[in-house]
């Protein structure tokens, strides 16, 4: 549990210039504290957060969208619209909360059957969220990347993530994975690919052995942790060709909530059910690090596991 200890020690830190992104989950916790209600329930709930299990990395399946405008009589543009706002007081909140990774599913490789003029408008709305957020990203240290085959978006929305991308490089704090354009059966079929091009190029073919961390070295996630929580939203219990390589050992949360209505409260509400959870990753007891996949390859440092 949280210990007010660490506040003040981490609150000296804190006087004595020390960067945001190197706080602790405790301290994050904190200030994210200080910028409620006092009296609200968000708050209340953020209070019952402990900042030492803070899931490394959180996948969103963000549905409902249509049906939250029907619901109003809107039009289903608006929901996505409004799906966009969210987006935005999510990605702010986990990198607040110390949150490593986000993963948020925006447009899945079937999303092309939609009709032409949704499909058009959800690239309009990635362009605007993009082109509007990259300072705010920049600002919260927040390095944007991408998961899918997005060579195939339309040119401008294909530049403006690039640019995104490209601008935020630099930034240590969480990362935004926006997985676009994106079957998990696609990533797979392409690493093991590039698995087998590799060995051709360098004349290994023959004698080729592909192992686990051969295969993750290749997705687009590589060098993440895997994703601690997976939520979706609006009650749908499907996974829908999403990470399924990487959520082998992720707690699923299913809320009834429409995207554009999950908000701070539904947010928080997610991390404290996954804290409830007795996570033994098919042993007897809670392990006190995920055991490291093994290679024969050398392998990139991955991002630190900010907290299990
Ligand atoms: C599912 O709702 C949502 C999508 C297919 C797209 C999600 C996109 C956004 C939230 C906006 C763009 C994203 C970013 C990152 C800027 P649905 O349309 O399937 O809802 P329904 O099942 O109720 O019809």
């Known amino acids: 549990m949280y210990q007010f200890g660490d506040y003040f020690a981490s609150a000296r830190a804190l006087r004595h210039g020390v960067p945001w992104f190197e706080l602790t989950n405790a301290v994050k916790l904190m200030n994210f504290l200080d910028a409620l ?28 969208n249509g049906r939250w405008a029907k619901s109003r009589g809107l039009p289903r543009f608006a929901g996505h619209r409004a799906g966009v706002t969210r987006v935005r007081s999510v990605v702010e909140d986990c990198s607040h909360l110390g949150v490593r990774a986000l993963t948020l599913y925006a447009f899945s490789a079937e999303n092309w059957k939609r009709p032409r003029a949704e499909v058009d408008m959800l690239w309009r709305l990635l362009r ?9 990203l920049q600002r919260n240290n927040i390095r944007l990347q991408s998961s899918g085959r ?8 294909y530049e403006v993530l690039r640019e995104a991308e490209r601008a935020t490089a630099h930034c240590t704090g969480m990362r935004l994975n926006l997985a676009i354009n994106y079957s998990a059966r696609n990533e797979l079929v392409d690493a093991v ?10 004349g290994r073919l023959s004698g080729l052995v592909v192992d686990e961390a051969m295969i993750e070295r290749r997705l687009a996630t590589a060098g993440l942790p895997d994703p601690d929580l997976l939520v ?12 399924l390589w990487q959520i082998a050992y992720a707690e699923l949360y299913v809320t009834n909530t429409y995207w554009p209505d999950f908000d701070r409260a539904e947010l928080l509400k997610a991390i404290l059910e996954f804290q409830r959870r007795d996570r033994r990753f098919g042993g007897l007891t809670a392990p006190a690090a995920q055991a490291p996949v093994r290679s024969r390859e050398t392998e990139a440092a991955p991002l630190a596991v900010a907290s299990k």
């Open 37 to 64: 209600a006092p009296e609200g329930n968000d708050r209340v709930l953020a209070l019952a957060i402990d900042p030492e299990r803070i899931p490394a990395h959180i996948a969103i399946i963000m549905d409902g």
């Open 128 to 136: 605007i969220y993009l082109r509007r957020e990259i300072e705010d």
């Open 150 to 157: 997005v060579e195939a978006l339309p040119t401008g929305a």
């Open 193 to 202: 690919n590039t698995i087998i091009d590799e060995a051709r190029i360098e």
């Open 232 to 243: 979706r939203t609006s009650g749908e219990m499907r996974i829908s060709n999403f990470l």
